[in-house]
Each structure stands twice: as structure tokens, then as C-alpha cells.
């Protein structure tokens, strides 16, 4: 696959999984040693174990340094000369890469994920850093200055980060990417708050090709890593009512007279699924119990706290925002829950959930939002006083919000989970 880039043309091997997509796609970024056959066969495992396209690609010609020892080079005379990790040009060049990917065929181009072995590491991590739209990136072995440490709470991707205890520069490495700069670098994120994994190995700055166990551990934790987070579901809607269209908008809410219960925002999925929103494990003992009829309208009022006058005026104005991001009416499910999502796995396990929706609980109202990508961690930072929780935002009342804030995060989590889980008939 021949892509033109800044100071010449990149040349990619692009690995795809049986079966016919759209499959989610990881770039892959070589190393200071340069691309070799080592990193063809790579994609071709990580793509049949994590069922992804995997495109290994030379993002610059040549190879130099101790780790070239390691791999068997493949020549691409046409590529940029070697970039700094951190500079323009590799950002360009990368770009460049990413964008010729997302638009292949059978790929979906709103999922990319990256993985870099050293300085693709680092060119991988710059590209989370200044552009985003990244779902996932997996750093092997890659360098962590200080200036990188400082930047952790810039990250906007989840990352796992692969390192060798006894990197140096015997076989490839340098100080930057000794092991007590990754784990600084880990436990910058942390404090932070980003979805972070770690694993360090016994071995060196190259052990992924110049150790078979840690190789095969590799390719077994990057595929259980992009499952988690770049899982395939297939949504089909479910009626309201027997015999009515389809509700593909389903939303849950207050109606003028009935109490939703707290529980009405979370969702029977399963722990190990990431892309629906799931429960902590600590609660989901509390959901093995007899289903809620989503056709049975409930007419008794719940035996929870009244909510305050102000929480009702509150609920009646988030409902209208939710109406008008969803072009739906709210339709009751059960004494609370109203217009559920029902998925489907191709393992063919199925179960509900919400589009989006809203509740009182306690002294607090909560609304379900999928807020993960750059643009809605954006819209978070200038929303007000809240609390954000996994897929729920808590927040006193409006009164301590930007309402219009609100709203574009609804549609933006709306639009966000109808990309992700497109359903037939779907724009």
C-alpha cells in the first residue's frame, strides 16, 4: 500500500482478519532500526488474534542503531529520511499514514488504534498528544523525558504501555527509555486519572523480537488490550410497544408524574465488554435479578425520597435536551426506565441499554454520557461543577452548569455511541 507523504512516499503491509468488516485498524510504527519482516509478521498475529486490520508501515527508509541485530530490514528507498520522534515531521508523516487508512476499504475509519516500538513509540505518542481521534495506543519500549512525564495529563487515549526491565543501550535502547522512565511516566497517568496498563518484562530494549515468550506475550496482551476497547457490537432496536416501528432513539426519562429509580442508568451489559458502558464490579451482584418489562408501564410512585422542587424543574429541562439531541419521545420502561437499546453480539449474547438518560439520586442528578474522546473531555473541562463517573455525569443542578455545554455533550455522546454501534437505518 503506497501512501504519499511529506518528503516522500511510505510503503505499507496491511494484515486483515477472516470474516468481511468493517474491522477496527492499528497502525503500526517501526522502530529506529527501521521496518523489517519481523514487524509483517507481527501485524499478521495481532490481527487474527484481535481481529483488526493491522497495517505495518515504513514510515521513514533505512534503519540504524544496536537493535538492527534483531530484525531482517525490508528496503523502502522512496520513504522520508529519519525524523525526530517528537517533531513536525513525524507528526506529518504519520498523519499521513493514518489518514490513507482510515479510508480503506473494509476498515472503520472512525476506530485507530497505534502501537510504536521506540521511536514509532514516541512518534505514536506525539500523535495522541497534538492530533487525538485515537481510540487506543501501545507504546513498546518507547522513550519518556521529562517534558513527556509533565504532558501525562494531555493523554487522550487509553495506553498500555510494554517495556523491558534491562532496556539500555547494549541492544538498542538509551537513557530515556531506561524502565524508571516508564514507570515515572505510568505514574504520572495514574495520578491523573487515565486508563492505563502497564507490563514490564525481564527483558531488553528489543525483547519482542529477540524472545519468543515475549513475543507471544506481547501479541497476547495487545490483543486482549484493543478486544477491550475496540469490541465489535451490532445494535438492533426494540419497540416501545407490540406491534410499533422500531424506537432507534431510545432514551430514558422523567415523565411529570412518576419517580425514576437510581438504578435506571445502569446497564446489563457484561464486565468484560468496554464500548457499552458496564458496572463496577462491586454492584453487579445487585443486578441478578428478575428483568424490568420494558412494555409495563409502572403507576405507583417509588418509596425513595421526593425530589425537590428545583431537581423537578431540573429533570423537566435535561428531558427537553435529550428530546431534542434524540428526536425521540420519552417512553417509560418499567416504573422508571424508558426506550431502551437492545445489542447483539455475534456471539449472539444480547441485553439492553441506554442511548442516554438521566435521574435523581439523592442530592444529586445524574445524566449517562459516553464522554471519552478529545472533544467531549473539551466540552467536560468547561461544563461547571460535576463529578464524572465512567459513563455518569453528577452534578447538584443546572444552576452549577453551562446548560448549553450540557446539551453538546448529550449530542456529542448520542452521536459518539450511534458511530460506534450503528444500527440498520441509522444516518
Not at 445502569?266 to 435479578?289: C, F, M
Request: hydrophobic share 40%.
Amino acid at each position: 500500500m503506497p501512501v504519499p507523504a511529506p518528503g516522500g512516499t511510505l510503503t505499507a503491509a496491511v494484515a486483515r482478519p477472516p470474516g468481511e468488516g468493517p474491522f477496527p485498524v492499528l497502525v503500526l510504527l517501526h522502530g529506529t532500526h527501521g521496518i523489517a519482516r519481523e514487524y509483517v509478521r507481527f501485524a499478521q498475529d495481532v490481527s487474527r488474534e484481535s481481529a483488526v486490520v493491522a497495517v505495518a508501515g515504513c514510515w521513514f527508509r533505512g534503519g540504524q542503531g544496536a537493535g538492527m541485530q534483531f530484525v531482517t530490514p525490508i528496503a523502502c528507498p522512496d520513504a522520508p529520511d529519519t525524523p525526530a520522534a517528537t517533531s513536525d515531521e513525524a507528526l506529518e508523516i504519520v498523519g499521513a499514514l493514518v489518514t490513507a487508512v482510515r479510508e480503506r476499504p473494509g476498515v472503520r475509519g472512525d476506530r485507530v488504534a497505534l502501537f510504536g516500538q521506540s521511536r514509532g513509540g514516541g512518534a505514536a505518542l506525539h500523535y495522541v498528544f497534538e492530533r487525538g481521534g485515537v481510540w487506543v495506543a501501545v507504546l513498546n519500549s518507547t522513550g519518556y523525558p521529562q517534558e513527556v512525564v509533565d504532558r501525562a495529563g494531555a493523554v487522550s487515549a487509553p495506553l498500555l504501555l510494554l517495556h523491558g526491565k534491562a532496556d539500555s543501550p547494549a541492544d538498542g535502547g538509551s537513557e530515556r527509555t531506561a524502565v524508571d522512565r516508564a514507570r515515572k511516566f505510568e505514574h504520572a497517568l495514574r495520578r491523573e486519572g487515565k486508563p492505563v496498563k502497564a507490563v514490564y518484562f525481564d527483558g531488553g530494549h528489543n525483547g519482542l523480537f529477540a524472545d519468543a515468550k515475549h513475543y507471544d506475550e506481547s501479541v497476547r496482551l495487545i490483543a486482549a488490550f484493543l478486544k477491550e476497547y475496540l469490541a465489535k457490537v451490532t445494535w438492533t432496536a426494540a419497540a416501545a410497544e407490540p406491534g410499533a416501528a422500531p424506537d432507534r432513539g431510545g432514551m430514558s426519562a422523567f415523565s411529570e408524574f412518576e419517580l425514576p429509580e437510581p438504578r435506571q442508568v445502569s446497564l446489563r451489559v457484561r464486565r468484560r465488554t468496554h464500548n457499552g458502558p458496564t458496572l463496577p464490579a462491586d454492584q453487579e451482584s445487585r443486578w441478578q435479578r428478575p428483568k424490568p418489562n420494558p412494555r409495563a408501564r409502572a403507576s405507583t410512585r417509588t418509596s425513595r425520597p421526593e425530589p425537590s422542587p428545583e431537581q423537578l424543574a431540573d429533570c423537566k429541562a435535561i428531558m427537553a435536551m435529550c428530546k431534542r439531541v434524540t428526536k425521540q419521545q420519552p417512553k417509560m420502561w418499567g416504573p422508571s426506565i424508558v426506550g431502551s437499546y437492545t445489542y447483539r453480539y455475534e456471539s449472539g449474547h444480547s441485553g439492553d441499554a441506554f442511548l442516554t438518560g438521566f435521574a435523581v439520586r439523592g442530592k444529586e442528578l445524574v445524566v449517562s454520557v459516553c464522554a471519552e474522546n478529545p472533544e467531549q473531555v473539551d466540552l467536560l473541562a468547561r461544563l461547571g461543577r460535576h463529578k464524572m463517573g465512567k459513563v455518569c455525569l453528577y452534578f447538584k443542578g443546572l444552576a452549577d452548569l453551562d446548560v448549553k455545554v450540557l446539551e453538546a455533550l448529550i449530542a456529542g455522546s448520542v452521536a459518539e455511541v450511534r458511530c460506534r454501534y450503528p444500527q440498520p437505518g441509522d444516518a
